[in-house]
């Protein structure tokens, strides 16, 4: 006798094994997700995942991270509040706990800190704040214009700056290609740094 289908939420689907049991994945369609989210969410999150749809417990699991990432897609949406994740303050923190980050020498260390500093100060003092996901350009260039009398000081924020983004878009695991980095766009001329 077929049993009643299972309502798991919103965005749900299941890739049935032969086995009988089901992988679970929460997935929005690409033109409806924000740039920072995974094209597959495994469902439940940080539970076991056995994919027993017979099992109460793993069932109920599945709809209450089901729920709960819709009403944070629908958040992000509505223009709520962003994830922890989208700061400079956090993108600077995950590159410092990186392998890239400690194999640097101490001093270069030194040094990168200083000019990653400068970033986040400015986000920190930045109305609206910048969001990584959506900076363009011309934020970029209102950063540098910081340091219009620090031609080197400019120069090497940018590379920061830089270096940032390019981090935060090879984090994103997805499958497609992304638009290019606004700092990559944005020039320091010869003239800015005195030697032309």
Same mark, same amino acid.
């Given at each position: 006798?077929?049993?009643?289908? !299972? ?58 991270? +089901? ?13 709520? +509040? ?55 350009? +011309? ?26 983004? !390019?981090?935060?878009?090879?984090? @994103? ?19 800015? @740094?005195?030697?032309?």
């Amino acid at each position: 006798m077929p049993s009643a289908p !299972i309502d798991l939420g919103k965005y749900v689907t299941l890739r049935r094994r032969q086995d009988g049991t089901a992988r679970v994945f929460f997935q929005v369609p690409e033109r409806h997700r924000p740039l920072d989210w995974p094209s597959l969410i495994p469902l439940p999150r940080g539970h076991g995942r056995k994919g027993d749809l017979s099992d109460g417990r793993e069932v109920a699991a599945i709809q209450a991270d +089901a729920k709960a990432l819709y009403a944070e897609l629908i958040n992000q949406r509505n223009g709520g +509040a962003k994830p922890e994740g989208r700061t400079f303050k956090v993108l600077i923190r995950r590159y410092q706990e990186s392998d890239a980050w400690t194999n640097l020498k101490p001093k270069t260390q030194k040094v990168y800190t200083s000019y990653l500093n400068h970033i986040e100060a400015w986000e920190a003092t930045s109305t609206p704040r910048p969001d990584p996901s959506t900076i363009n350009q +011309a934020d970029v260039e209102g950063l540098l214009g910081l340091f219009s009398d620090k031609p080197v000081t400019k120069k090497h924020t940018r590379k920061a700056m830089r270096l940032l983004m !390019i981090r935060a878009r090879d984090r @994103l695991a997805r499958g497609q290609s992304l638009r290019r980095h606004p700092a990559k766009d944005t020039q320091v001329s010869r003239r800015d @740094l005195g030697t032309g």
